[in-house]
């Protein structure tokens, strides 16, 4: 008396049942047929002398009767036989299984489920094997389990839904092998990837859809769809995207602002999905009077005013207000002040649509920090994560504190997730600081080509690691051909020496050059360590050294005389040391739409060597978006200058020349010439200065093709040599004004920000080289 079915390997099992005493079966696939042994009719109790175990070969019988339950000579309930059968059916190790009494004897026949042979993928081409069988529990000599099959097959459509394919399927089969094995392949149906066709907006009213889809991580589906991984529909995407306008909003004064919903539609063909998002902006709001008091006996808050950076009119950002709290905290704590806490009161005006801001200095609970644990960082030291924090076990608990350094730890870019919350420690005043991360891959290996107009074609070979052995330290390496030159260098970055804010730096380079728009060539190698550190809330000193080796070879017949004495010198030694400055309100600044970055540095040749001279270069930067952020306007103004010392005349390989510096002309295409030379070779100068004024704008193409218009304005000049003495008498080496304008066009690509540049030269010298056309990569300060 038993219950059967039959299946077809890799199909759903066919099932049929019958209520006979003692008989169940369960069939490979995953179903149970579970029916009571008796009609109640025929309820009655049983006893039973001896267990026998039948079709067992892996599992010996003690496990089998230890599943069971069941005693020699123990009187049994039809209801306790099903819960034996059950106990023996849940413990995933048999297809089938059947009770059967023979008189005094209860026959427990098993059939063992098959062992996996073997586990593979068929169809997958978009993620590779190693990815997909990193999330499979089925595993090649364990017992095969239908249930943990469909659930690896559940586990890997899901990996492909992350992908945006919506469409794939997975399909579990097995192919039955000898010794009762199988192999079990999944089927794979990759589908297409489903690509976002449109972002929307409904409810905006201060920002273009074009300036909200740049804020978003998710991207419509344009030109380089079949490279640009961001425009495939990912449901979990839609949550951060969310989260993104919120704080695009909020950073720029909307405090109301909601973001309502953020919906996906598919396309009938389930090949394409519509987003929208829907938006309730309110007011812009900004900062009316600030004030701030103190509740704490014989403190004085006239102190914590004069730090802050905040004045009415400026527009209300949370980012602003948490600056001057932490400027006022630390002030706090500079000052032997622990637990004080600074609160900001908003009072709402909505007449002239301010918020007056109280600063409201006051004693927090007396809470310290009984450890820091960390979790997750299988490569990373703990020393690197742990260095972010500014506070120490022990130290008192300051929750922005917390906030802080849980950001600092996610812009490290090593981590692909990382959390960072309290719990309460071992009392009511101590709290454990639990931190999770997620790390993901941190170094490269590029193989690639690059070409510019001046330069021609040429190949990249590359190496970084940005966490190298684990302890936040930068290594790269990389070489660089083009058609006249060759470029190697080495870097190295410790950004925590000593456990401290003090970054050391290595640098050392080896460059040959063949100029196609010049005719001599140079070497040049040299090695630089450097250690930079903070000396204000926006500037940092670097303080650096340099031995280096330059040379001038290959002078060819018919250049200037200069070139020739340069070139009679051979190789020279050069040791500096020298010092740069750099301050940016990029970060923390009071304006996201405003920047403001300053560098100025000088190094000082003549610490033995033969090279003798000062050099000094400074740049600086102004840039602000206006019309609802979809204009930037950029001012940059550039110099330098060498002024040689001891008797050292300057060289080719000092000095400098316009090197695409201001559009519209060659790389040497400006500067003192030699015109009674052959050649009327570009000589370079000591001094150089421009200015370059540029405007970037939407062109009303669709944003997801990142493709942008541009207008620029330079002006500069290169001048001055020590050596005037050239092939026909004394070069003039004055300074003349050059300009140019120009219009360009900015593409965004995977490849990197390309800028195609149309110049027109506007007053120039006749002996200087025009370039009406440029292709570079667009700079990023």
């Known amino acids: 008396m038993r219950n059967s079915a039959n299946a077809k390997d890799g199909g759903r099992p066919g099932l049929r049942g019958f209520v006979r005493p003692a008989v169940l079966v369960v069939l490979l696939g995953g179903t149970v047929i579970s029916a009571p042994f008796f009609t109640p009719a025929l309820a009655q109790s049983y006893s039973f002398s001896d267990l026998a175990i039948e079709g067992n070969v892996r599992v010996d019988a003690a496990t089998i009767l230890s599943y069971a339950g069941i005693g020699r000579g123990q009187t049994l309930t039809t209801g306790q036989l099903n819960d034996a059968y059950q106990r023996i059916v849940n413990s995933g190790l048999f297809e089938s299984v059947e009770l059967v009494p023979q008189g005094g004897t209860l026959k427990i026949v098993v059939k063992e489920l098959p062992m996996l042979n073997a586990v593979d993928l068929q169809g997958n081409k978009r993620l590779k094997d190693e990815a997909l069988k990193g999330l499979l529990q089925s595993k090649s000599r364990n017992v095969y389990n239908p249930a943990t099959a469909e659930a690896d097959a559940a586990a890997i459509a899901e990996a492909y839904r992350v992908e945006g394919r919506l469409a794939a399927t997975v399909d579990p089969k097995i192919i039955r092998r000898s010794d009762n094995r199988v192999d079990l392949v999944f089927e794979i149906?990759?589908?297409?990837?489903?690509?976002?066709?449109?972002?929307?907006?409904?409810?905006?009213?201060?920002?273009?859809?074009?300036?909200?889809?740049?804020?978003?991580?998710?991207?419509?589906?344009?030109?380089?769809?079949?490279?640009?991984?961001r425009d495939t529909f990912v449901v979990e995407r839609l949550e951060l995207d969310k989260q993104l306008l919120k704080d695009f909003y909020l950073s720029r004064?909307?405090?109301?602002?909601?973001?309502?919903?953020?919906?996906?539609?598919?396309?009938?063909?389930?090949?394409?999905?519509?987003?929208?998002?829907?938006?309730?902006?309110?007011?812009?709001?900004?900062?009316?009077?600030?004030?701030?008091?103190?509740?704490?006996?014989?403190?004085?808050?006239?102190?914590?005013?004069?730090?802050?950076?905040?004045?009415?009119?400026?527009?209300?950002?949370?980012?602003?207000?948490?600056?001057?709290?932490?400027?006022?905290?630390?002030?706090?704590?500079?000052?032997g002040l622990n637990f004080v806490r600074v609160e900001p009161v908003l009072t709402r005006n909505e007449r002239d649509q301010t918020l007056d801001i109280e600063f409201v200095l006051s004693r927090g609970d007396r809470v310290f920090v009984e450890r820091i644990d960390i979790e997750g960082n299988t490569t990373t030291l703990d020393q690197v994560i742990r260095r972010q924090f500014r506070t120490a076990e022990g130290d008192?608990?300051?929750?922005?504190?917390?906030?802080?350094?849980?950001?600092?730890?996610?812009?490290?870019?090593?981590?692909?997730?990382?959390?960072?919350?309290?719990?309460?420690?071992?009392?009511?005043?101590?709290?454990?600081?639990?931190?999770?991360?997620?790390?993901?891959?941190?170094?490269?290996?590029?193989?690639?080509?690059?070409?510019?107009?001046?330069?021609?074609?040429?190949?990249?070979?590359?190496?970084?690691?940005?966490?190298?052995?684990?302890?936040?330290?930068?290594?790269?390496?990389?070489?660089?051909?083009?058609?006249?030159?060759?470029?190697?260098?080495?870097?190295?970055?410790?950004?925590?020496?000593?456990?401290?804010?003090?970054?050391?730096?290595?640098?050392?380079?080896?460059?040959?050059?063949?100029?196609?728009?010049?005719?001599y060539?140079?070497?040049?190698?040299?090695?630089?360590?450097?250690?930079?550190?903070?000396?204000?809330?926006?500037?940092?000193?670097?303080?650096?050294?340099?031995?280096?080796?330059?040379?001038?070879?290959?002078?060819?017949?018919?250049?200037?005389?200069?070139?020739?004495?340069?070139?009679?010198?051979?190789?020279?030694?050069?040791?500096?040391?020298?010092?740069?400055?750099?301050?940016?309100?990029?970060?923390?600044?009071?304006?996201?739409?405003?920047?403001?970055?300053?560098?100025?540095?000088?190094?000082?040749?003549?610490?033995?060597?033969?090279?003798?001279?000062?050099?000094?270069?400074?740049?600086?930067?102004?840039?602000?978006?206006?019309?609802?952020?979809?204009?930037?306007?950029?001012?940059?103004?550039?110099?330098?200058?060498i002024a040689t010392a001891g008797g050292y005349t300057s060289r080719v390989t000092d000095r400098y020349f316009g090197n695409g510096k201001i559009r519209g002309f060659e790389a040497n295409g400006i500067g003192p010439r030699d015109q009674a030379a052959a050649n009327k070779d570009a000589l370079g100068g000591n001094l150089f200065a421009l200015a370059r004024f540029e405007a970037d704008f939407p062109l009303g193409l669709p944003e997801e093709y990142g493709i942008k218009g541009g207008a620029f304005l330079d002006v500069g000049s290169v001048w001055g040599l020590d050596n005037v003495t050239g092939t026909g008498g004394p070069v003039d080496d004055s300074a003349k004004l050059r300009s140019a304008v120009g219009v360009s066009v900015l593409w965004d690509t995977p490849l990197g920000p390309l800028r195609f540049n149309f110049s027109k030269a506007l007053r120039k010298e006749t002996y200087d080289k025009e370039q009406s056309f440029d292709l570079t990569i667009s700079t990023k300060f």
């Open 189 to 229: 149906n990759e589908g297409k990837p489903v690509e976002v066709e449109r972002l929307s907006f409904v409810g905006n009213r201060a920002y273009s859809d074009r300036r909200l889809r740049q804020v978003l991580e998710t991207k419509q589906a344009g030109l380089l769809r079949q490279i640009i991984g």
């Open 253 to 335: 004064g909307f405090i109301d602002i909601e973001v309502l919903d953020a919906t996906g539609e598919l396309a009938a063909e389930r090949d394409a999905s519509f987003v929208t998002f829907t938006v309730r902006e309110g007011q812009q709001y900004r900062i009316g009077a600030v004030s701030t008091v103190s509740t704490i006996e014989g403190l004085d808050e006239a102190e914590f005013v004069d730090v802050q950076r905040l004045r009415s009119g400026v527009v209300y950002s949370p980012q602003l207000i948490e600056n001057n709290i932490a400027r006022m905290e630390t002030l706090a704590l500079q000052k």
């Open 396 to 519: 008192p608990f300051n929750p922005r504190e917390i906030r802080q350094a849980a950001e600092r730890i996610r812009a490290l870019g090593y981590f692909g997730n990382a959390n960072v919350e309290a719990a309460p420690g071992s009392d009511g005043e101590q709290v454990v600081v639990n931190v999770d991360v997620e790390e993901k891959p941190t170094g490269s290996f590029n193989i690639g080509a690059s070409f510019s107009v001046n330069s021609g074609a040429g190949l990249t070979l590359g190496f970084s690691e940005e966490n190298f052995l684990g302890r936040g330290q930068k290594v790269g390496i990389d070489i660089t051909t083009g058609s006249d030159t060759v470029d190697s260098s080495l870097t190295f970055v410790e950004p925590a020496l000593l456990g401290r804010d003090l970054r050391f730096k290595f640098g050392a380079f080896y460059r040959t050059s063949d100029y196609a728009d010049a005719f």
């Open 521 to 641: 060539d140079t070497q040049s190698i040299a090695i630089s360590p450097a250690l930079e550190f903070p000396i204000s809330e926006f500037g940092r000193l670097e303080l650096r050294y340099r031995l280096f080796s330059d040379k001038v070879k290959n002078v060819a017949a018919g250049s200037s005389t200069i070139f020739d004495d340069e070139e009679a010198q051979d190789s020279l030694i050069g040791s500096s040391i020298g010092y740069a400055y750099s301050y940016d309100n990029k970060i923390g600044g009071l304006n996201p739409n405003n920047r403001i970055l300053f560098r100025f540095s000088q190094d000082f040749a003549g610490l033995g060597g033969d090279v003798k001279y000062l050099k000094t270069e400074a740049l600086a930067v102004a840039e602000t978006k206006i019309l609802n952020e979809e204009v930037t306007l950029r001012a940059i103004f550039e110099g330098g200058a």
